[in-house]
């Protein structure tokens, strides 16, 4: 089967395809498969970007949604992951969205299973669509990745997009530096750059790209101050006016306002933030028809503009 499980398995030809599909979506083609194809979401973690605009882009590429809310499924009689999707394989589903709490989860699903399996984020591990439409937004602004500087700001060791980003920038050609709380730090990534003062790597950087704090993941509560953190380690209105002309600002978002970025830029001419989410609805119909095709499913495949 063909899964979309993390950017760092995918040769780099395979990601500029997956981008050039997206860029295609995102100028008006169109594609369906020729039999009725049906996808579940299962949504372990809360999600609004990512569920949404996979259910969006499903739903343009003609797919047969069928609704899951764990919630409301027998995941709270007991039910575990692989029999879940065992199930859903059973009745005639052909791909399945997940998002779960646990890094890897799906290590012990895709030997086992016979559909289609993509990853909308593990724990502290992977975030493969948002990487992707991180990529897509930055080529479309500067039409390559060789050279530009990316600075990843914030709460890096919890981050699924930082590790996500890293690799798959640096296999690009870009510069990747990180910056932010000390404490937060992820020595696993030194690879993939050097970490630089907030200060500097803001003025020198062509993408200024936040990450969101998240509580959730910290454990034990730690005590935080949102101002301190938004003078230290935030993008400021004064950074901001030291950034590069034609300097660009990205936050996978949800967005704490006045934290990671001053609530005065979220919309600024430099943020590129709602691009992003415009952006995910062609990716992920990118990877979807990717996962359909080359799962199997679909036997023709054939564009056309959409009415
Ligand atoms: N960026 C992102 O993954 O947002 P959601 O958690 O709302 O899906």
Not at 20 to 34: C, H, L
Not at 57 to 80: C, D, H, M, W, Y
Not at 93 to 119: K, P, Q
């Amino acid at each position: 089967m063909k899964h979309l499980l993390t950017t760092t398995d995918i040769p780099i030809e395979e990601i500029r395809e997956i981008l050039d599909e997206a860029q295609a979506f995102s100028e008006g083609a169109a594609w369906q498969p020729e039999q009725q194809t049906f996808v579940a979401n299962l949504f372990f973690e809360p999600s609004t970007r990512t569920k949404c605009s996979f259910e969006v882009a499903e739903r343009r590429l003609g797919l047969q949604v069928i609704p899951f809310e764990v919630n409301a499924s027998s995941v709270l009689k007991g039910e575990t992951l692989y029999d879940t999707v065992k199930t859903l394989e059973s009745i005639g589903v052909g791909a399945v969205v997940i998002r779960h709490s646990i890094d890897n989860y799906f290590m012990e699903l895709t030997e086992r299973v016979n559909l289609s399996i993509l990853n909308a984020g593990d724990g502290c591990g992977h975030h493969p669509t948002q990487s992707l439409l991180d990529l897509l937004t930055i080529r479309q602004e500067f039409g390559h990745f060789i050279g530009l500087k990316v600075a990843i700001i914030g709460d890096i060791r919890h981050s699924r997009v930082a590790r996500s980003n890293a690799s798959v920038l640096k296999r690009l050609g870009a510069e990747v530096v990180f910056s932010g709380p000390e404490k937060w730090f992820d020595e696993s990534l030194i690879d993939f750059g050097t970490y630089e003062d907030i200060d500097v790597a803001t003025k020198t950087a062509d993408v200024v790209m936040l990450l969101r704090v998240q509580h959730e993941r910290h454990g034990e509560e730690e005590s935080f101050s949102k101002e301190n953190y938004h003078l230290l380690y935030g993008l400021t209105e004064e950074r901001e006016q030291q950034m590069k002309p034609g300097s660009i600002i990205m936050h996978p978002a949800p967005v704490n306002r006045d934290v990671e970025i001053a609530d005065t830029l979220v919309e600024c001419e430099r943020s590129r933030i709602f691009k992003q989410m415009e952006n995910g609805v062609f990716v992920r119909m990118a990877v979807l028809k990717r996962a359909l095709i080359k799962g199997g499913n679909e036997h023709v495949h054939h564009h056309q503009k959409w009415s």
